[in-house]
């Protein structure tokens, strides 16, 4: 019954093994075969066009060299015994003085010359399905160049030659290599058939054994060596071992994990029984270098005063319970996990923990569970545990504790616990680590922003403020000049003041505008407005430009919000402006406001201010909400901080700003949308 491991090469699932890796093998050379035939064609191909470009190109210096010693030589006769090339003769106006060149090929030539202003040398002409081979040398002694060219065919005969051999090698390789797979495919057949031959000469008992996927392996207690005694499907189940050694009681224990290693020390390595037969689950390193489930059966034998160990192996299936199942659920979850007793003793971890934390995980296997963690945070760990309506907890998901991995370096765990369940309590965790940090950079840098925000706007205002005194100085001064001297300097000295006036003028509108829009959304302190109330204000405030360009505004019942007045009338007040503002030539401004809830989100009223002015391409959605970008800065003033205003409103009240890009161009106007959050009392 024991024989079964006796020819481990023959056994049937090695040889499928071995015939699959066999196919991959084939595969593999063929691929490689076709690989290295077509990268060396391809490199004999370059440099086949390579070597015929430079023997042409040494062709036509050649002949040139001959026309500076002859001027009335025929180049032609001279190349006569290879009827491929084809000479010509041009001057430096690449006009034709002796032979025929194709029109496609000088026009070629001369960009070709134009960008290499080279001497000598040589390039490819495609045209059509034919690509030429040419080549020129330059002789400005005499204004002339000479110029040969062969069709690319003519040149590669070489290498067609070439390619035809490498193509038989080729075959002749691709049929020995597989001819040689067949044979040896063939050879494994057979032994195949000779496995399954023997395999029928076993009892049907250990073959049920052998396809189940059991194992059993045997030593005695007091053996020097621990060599294996007995050693039924080793090589079926755990893989085959080193023949001129063979399989020794060492080379077992050394299979099995850390955490079963330990888990198993008493019984297998100090020879402390607890009872006859002890059972465990246990992950054995198979021949793939993979853990592998095992339930694991133990039994101490005594024959004539001599002990001997027998261990049975069964694999298992993913639904099998052989065990506690405090061990199956630490074997299968995903995640760092730990069991723990009653009194708080760390009895198991999982696979994930141990892969975070390392080897040194088992040696705190029977001590207290909070010894895991850091110092500052053990104390945090034992309050953790604690019992709450009758059930002990190990954390309730905002326990975060920290740990250190196998590289010293510190994680965020947070825990959750349930239990206790058959006298255990189960606590699972998610590394928070990346979380944690990124949260701490994201503190530090809202921190940073926002010192720098205030920073930036003290400084416009500031800034702003301060160069009012001395622009008004300027622009007293200036207006001064103007009424005491106007007129009685020359015209240009006039033209003169009038662009200083102006400019200090504009300069004032700018700075009040600056102003104004460092002191927007300081203030945060929101109060119930009525947006009928407020547009009307900034209707009234436009009332002058209103009746001067006969605009027209309609609107239906706007929604009361929270927010800033002054800020929102200012809002409603820029963007009026603008639309009347940029009119059309002859149209009387026409402008339509409307507001409904928001469909991307309830919580928000969308604004949209129609018009029918000239209207903005779409191409300018996002400039003109920049600051100081204007789209007409000679047909009409401004500052360009007016829809920057606006933007800097709408976002702080929650909202956004945006160009509506879906209206047609031929629809002729614009369409501003903002949102503005919702009341909640509506």
């Known amino acids: 019954m024991f024989t079964t491991s006796i020819e481990p090469s023959l056994s049937r699932r090695s040889l499928v093994k071995l015939r699959k890796r066999l196919a991959a093998l084939t595969l593999t050379g063929v691929f490689v075969l076709l690989f290295s035939f077509f990268f060396i064609q391809k490199t ?189 499907n080793w090589p079926e189940i755990l893989g085959p071992t080193d023949e001129t050694v063979g399989p020794y009681m060492t080379e077992f224990l050394d299979r099995l994990s850390p955490a079963s290693r330990e888990k198993l020390r008493g019984p297998l390595i100090d020879n402390i029984w607890p009872d006859a037969r002890v059972g465990a689950m246990v992950d054995i390193r198979t021949d793939a270098n993979m853990m592998q489930r095992f339930y694991l059966m133990a039994h101490r034998i005594d024959d004539n005063e001599r002990g001997f160990i027998s261990v049975l192996l069964l694999e298992t299936a993913a639904q099998q319970e052989l065990c506690h199942p405090f061990e199956t659920y630490l074997h299968h979850t995903p995640e760092p996990s730990v069991a723990i007793d009653e009194d708080g003793i760390l009895c198991g971890f999982s696979p994930a923990l141990e892969e975070l934390v390392g080897l040194q995980l088992n040696n705190h296997i029977g001590q207290p569970f909070f010894k895991l963690f850091e110092p500052e945070d053990q104390q945090a760990a034992m309050a953790a545990f604690h019992r709450k309506r009758g059930k002990q907890q190990v954390g309730d998901g905002k326990s975060i504790l920290r740990l250190r991995d196998r590289n010293g370096d510190l994680r965020w765990l947070s825990w959750h616990g349930i239990g206790p369940f058959d006298g255990m309590v189960f606590g699972s965790a998610r590394d928070v680590t990346e979380f944690v940090e990124n949260a701490n950079k994201l503190r530090d840098t809202m921190d940073q922003l926002k010192r720098s925000n205030e920073d930036l706007e003290q400084f416009a205002y500031v800034a702003s403020h301060d160069l009012q005194q001395p622009l008004r100085m300027v622009a007293s001064y200036t207006q001064l000049l103007k009424r005491r001297y106007g007129g009685t300097l020359d015209q240009e000295a006039d033209e003169y003041i009038d662009y200083a006036v102006d400019g200090a003028k504009r300069m004032h509108k700018l700075i009040s505008h600056l102003l104004e829009y460092a002191k927007t959304g300081t203030n945060e302190d929101f109060v119930e407005i009525d947006c009928d109330q407020v547009l009307n204000e900034a209707q009234a405030d436009l009332k002058t430009d209103i009746a001067q360009e006969q605009a027209t505004i309609i609107h239906g019942g706007l929604p009361t919000i929270k927010g800033d007045r002054i800020a929102l009338s200012r809002l409603f007040l820029n963007l009026l402006s603008n639309a009347i503002k940029y009119r059309r030539p002859g149209v009387a401004p026409h402008i339509e406001i409307t507001v409904e809830p928001d469909p991307v989100n309830s919580e928000f009223w969308r604004f949209a201010i129609r018009d029918n002015g000239i209207g903005i391409h779409p191409e300018h959605a996002q400039r003109i909400f920049r600051l100081f970008q204007r789209l007409h800065k000679d047909e009409f003033s401004g500052t360009g901080l007016g829809l920057s205003l606006c933007r800097k409103i709408v976002e702080q009240h929650g909202g956004r700003i945006w160009l509506d890009t879906t209206r047609p161009i031929s629809d002729p106007g614009a369409t501003i949308i903002f949102t503005l959050r919702a009341n909640r009392a509506e």
């Open 44 to 232: 004999l191909y370059d440099s086949a066009v390579e070597h015929a470009s430079a023997q042409l190109e040494a062709t036509s210096y050649r002949l040139g060299s001959m026309l500076l010693q002859h001027r009335d030589v025929n180049l032609q006769t001279i190349v006569e015994d290879n009827s491929g090339i084809t000479i010509g003769v041009l001057n430096n106006q690449l006009e034709q003085i002796d032979g025929f060149i194709p029109p496609h090929l000088i026009g070629d030539l001369a960009e070709y010359i134009g960008k290499q202003e080279a001497s000598r040398d040589s390039l490819l002409c495609v045209h059509g399905q034919q690509v030429m081979v040419m080549a020129y040398s330059k002789l400005p002694q005499i204004d002339r160049i000479v110029v040969a060219f062969t069709p690319r065919s003519t040149l590669m005969e070489n290498w067609r030659d070439a390619i035809i051999l490498h193509a038989l090698l080729f075959v002749m390789a691709m049929a020995i290599l597989c001819g040689l797979a067949v044979w040896l495919w063939q050879r494994l057949k057979r032994q195949h058939m000779r496995a399954a031959h023997l395999a029928e000469h076993f009892s049907d008992t250990e073959n049920t054994l052998s396809e189940c996927g059991c194992a059993v392996i045997s030593w005695p207690i007091s053996t020097e060596d621990g060599k294996l005694s007995t050693q039924m």
